[in-house]
């Protein structure tokens, strides 16, 4: 059984990608489960192969259930969302499952939005919230290959270690804890940081 949690509206955010382009940065919900469905079968190939080691064109169900479970703590996702017409896009989808005080992350950015940040910046938006969770490490398979996610990876302070797969690396960072989060200024985590700790 899942323990229901608030939604965190506090996290949601503006944010301007590149120079000219916004998009809502907000943690999923259940019912973005056909936004994030429509978002995963546009991927390109490539896009598809580096965020699931494995080819094919199918939206990933174990994603999908997970997004289901959502608790904002222990299981957290982000989207990253643009309108088209009268219609919300998923452009973005970062996550992390969490156990023993370990977040593991994945993340994967649409074709057309990739290489003006907005990868950086949701991978630090996601950071934050795992150190708002107490949670104290951060870590993702990554293909040895993914020049882009390792790149990303190390300028956001992680190490990129060897996996047991020889395919993979393993990107891990230590995280400071609840204040590092409150410190680095995200607006709202400081009310939510006290309101879940009481809760
Ligand atoms: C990895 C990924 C999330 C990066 O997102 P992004 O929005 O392009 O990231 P940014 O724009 O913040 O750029 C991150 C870094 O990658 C570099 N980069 C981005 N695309 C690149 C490419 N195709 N080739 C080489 N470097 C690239 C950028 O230059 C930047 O490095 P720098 O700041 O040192 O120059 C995105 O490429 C993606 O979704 N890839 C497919 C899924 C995936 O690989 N997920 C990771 C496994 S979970």
Same mark, same amino acid.
């Given at each position: 059984?899942?323990?229901?949690?608030?939604?965190? /509206? #506090?996290?949601?955010?503006?944010?301007?990608? $590149?120079? =000219? +382009? $916004?998009?809502?940065?907000?943690?999923?919900?259940?019912?973005?489960h056909d936004l994030v469905a429509r978002f995963l079968s546009s991927?390109?190939?490539?896009?598809?192969?580096?965020?699931?080691?494995? #080819? $094919?064109? @199918?939206p990933?169900?174990?994603?999908?259930?997970?997004?289901?479970?959502?608790?904002?703590?222990?299981?957290?996702?982000? &989207?990253?969302?643009?309108?088209? %017409?009268?219609r919300e896009v998923v452009? /973005?989808?970062?996550?992390? &499952?969490?156990?023993? %005080?370990?977040?593991?992350? +994945?993340?994967? &950015?649409?074709?057309?939005?990739?290489? !003006? %940040?907005? %990868?950086? #910046?949701?991978?630090?938006?996601?950071? #934050?919230?795992?150190?708002?969770? $107490?949670?104290?490490? *951060?870590?993702?398979?990554?293909?040895?290959?993914?020049?882009?996610? *390792?790149?990303? @990876?190390? !300028?956001?302070?992680?190490?990129?270690?060897?996996? =047991?797969?020889?395919?993979?690396? &393993?990107?891990?960072? @230590?995280?400071?804890?609840? =204040?590092?989060?409150?410190? /680095?200024?995200?607006?709202?985590? +400081?009310?939510?940081?006290?309101?879940?700790?009481?809760?």
């Amino acid at each position: 059984m899942i323990e229901a949690r608030p939604y965190p /509206a #506090h996290l949601i955010e503006t944010w301007v990608v $590149g120079s =000219d +382009a $916004g998009v809502f940065i907000r943690p999923a919900l259940r019912e973005d489960h056909d936004l994030v469905a429509r978002f995963l079968s546009s991927l390109g190939k490539d896009s598809h192969y580096q965020r699931h080691f494995q #080819h $094919g064109a @199918a939206p990933d169900l174990d994603l999908l259930q997970r997004l289901d479970a959502v608790d904002y703590r222990r299981r957290m996702a982000l &989207v990253a969302v643009t309108v088209a %017409g009268s219609r919300e896009v998923v452009v /973005a989808h970062a996550e992390y &499952v969490a156990e023993d %005080g370990r977040a593991e992350l +994945a993340m994967v &950015v649409a074709d057309g939005w990739q290489r !003006r %940040g907005l %990868g950086s #910046h949701l991978l630090r938006r996601l950071m #934050h919230c795992a150190a708002l969770a $107490g949670l104290r490490e *951060i870590h993702g398979q990554v293909l040895a290959s993914n020049e882009p996610m *390792i790149r990303l @990876a190390r !300028r956001s302070g992680f190490q990129v270690l060897r996996g =047991d797969d020889a395919r993979l690396v &393993v990107i891990r960072r @230590a995280l400071n804890g609840p =204040d590092a989060a409150v410190e /680095a200024g995200i607006p709202g985590f +400081a009310a939510w940081s006290q309101s879940t700790a009481t809760a």
